[in-house]
């Protein structure tokens, strides 16, 4: 009885220290990629992470249509998108709205994506789940995942809101990176814009 009661007592423990841990456990590099499915595109279409299984490195944006800092950045993530993500490129780009202000409905979503021509797919999860679980704070925030959809950079796209004074191109240089299988470093770059406007009570 002894010996059952105390087997009990250290499962317990071990269960307590799985829950504790997962509670607090923050992503990080290395980690794998969230999984995402059915988000509306401004395509029409629905999106999942599996739609870019023939990527070898996938980039992932999150971003928005109401700050002034991911507007001012939508060129060049054209311009990313276009170098990198073509067609028949080894990159997949994907953008993702997580915001629930009017600015930021699917509805203005397309407008936006027709007026400034974006190349890549622009998706909406009025949900908030892909954005809470990449621990994104503002828009926009640049995540890299290489072919085993593991981290591999999290952060700004480069280290200027003004595109004429970029000294480092931080998104360029660790998707260079990653199609080598190498590893940049740093790894992680403090990302700068608009706070996500997370909606209390979602998870």
Not at 42 to 62: E, F, G, N, Q, T
């Amino acid at each position: 009885m002894f010996r059952y009661a105390a087997s009990l007592l250290v499962a317990g423990i071990a269960l307590v220290g799985l829950v504790q841990a997962g509670g607090a456990s923050k992503l990080k590099i290395g980690d794998a990629a969230p999984e995402f499915a059915a988000l509306p595109g401004v395509d029409d279409k629905d999106h999942s992470l599996a739609d870019y299984k023939d990527r070898d490195i996938l980039v992932v944006a999150i971003t928005c249509n109401h700050c002034p800092v991911a507007v001012a950045y939508e060129d060049r993530m054209i311009a990313f998108a276009k170098k990198y993500a073509g067609k028949d490129s080894k990159v997949g780009f994907v953008a993702i709205n997580v915001n629930n202000l009017d600015a930021d409905k699917i509805d203005k979503m397309k407008i936006r994506a027709s007026e400034k021509g974006f190349t890549y797919p622009y998706l909406y999860d009025a949900s908030q789940k892909i954005g809470r679980a990449l621990n994104a704070k503002v828009t926009p925030e640049f995540y890299v995942f290489n072919k085993e959809r593991k981290l591999v950079y999290w952060g700004s796209m480069d280290d200027n809101q003004n595109a004429s004074k970029v000294k480092n191109r931080y998104l360029e240089s660790a998707v260079d990176a990653a199609l080598k299988g190498e590893t940049l470093s740093p790894a992680t770059t403090k990302a700068f814009g608009c706070s996500v406007k997370y909606e209390k009570g979602s998870k």
